[in-house]
């Protein structure tokens, strides 16, 4: 695979690290399934629709639901959340719950442990780099992973930059039929 140019190119210094670009959705499933405590942390960005009309909310919820992750609802979600039936896990703000991922002691957002995968989704993008530099630099203990459908340099796995939102919606629909493939 070539290298991707992440959205926000200003002052992204990823270092000897980057993201390890993942296009197959099968895949991303299985880093998903094989995690013990996953989180998925999402934002305002989701609240925008596909072009058939269909929020990009609708996608997490039903990837959280299919895999069985807790949800963090950060900014204006909850209330979309809320609306579309599903009580969130947890309601942090982006810097208050990558603050919180940093220590290895937090029992996370069920008080069952902390988390060992977190996935971003709908977080804009110098936003989600920055916390996800953060978590890279000061979270060993995870591993992160972003379903935007542009490159973040910072997390573990990353999708590429979609051009066309088709395959992007096509990428999410995939990866919500894998998870619920029994193993």
Known sequence: ???????????????????????????????????????LVI????L??????????????????????????????KGKVVELGVKPDSVYDVVE?????????????????????????GIR?????????TLKHFAPHLKTMTLCKHYFPHANYSLPNFKKDAKWQEFLESLIANLKKGD
């Open 1 to 39: 695979m070539s290298a991707v140019l992440p959205r926000h190119r200003v002052n992204v210094l990823t270092g000897t690290k980057s993201a390890r670009l993942i296009e197959d959705a099968a895949e991303y499933a299985d880093f998903i399934k094989k995690a013990k405590r996953p989180l």
């Open 43 to 46: 934002g305002p960005l989701l």
């Open 48 to 77: 925008a629709s596909t072009a058939d009309g269909k929020l990009l909310l609708e996608y997490a919820l039903d990837i959280a639901k299919a895999a069985g992750i807790p949800i963090c609802a950060t900014a204006q979600t």
């Open 97 to 121: 719950i990558a603050n919180a991922l940093k220590d290895p002691e937090w029992q996370g957002v069920k008080k069952e442990g902390n988390h060992d995968l977190v996935i971003l989704f």
């Open 125 to 133: 993008s110098d936003l989600g780099n920055q916390s996800l530099s």
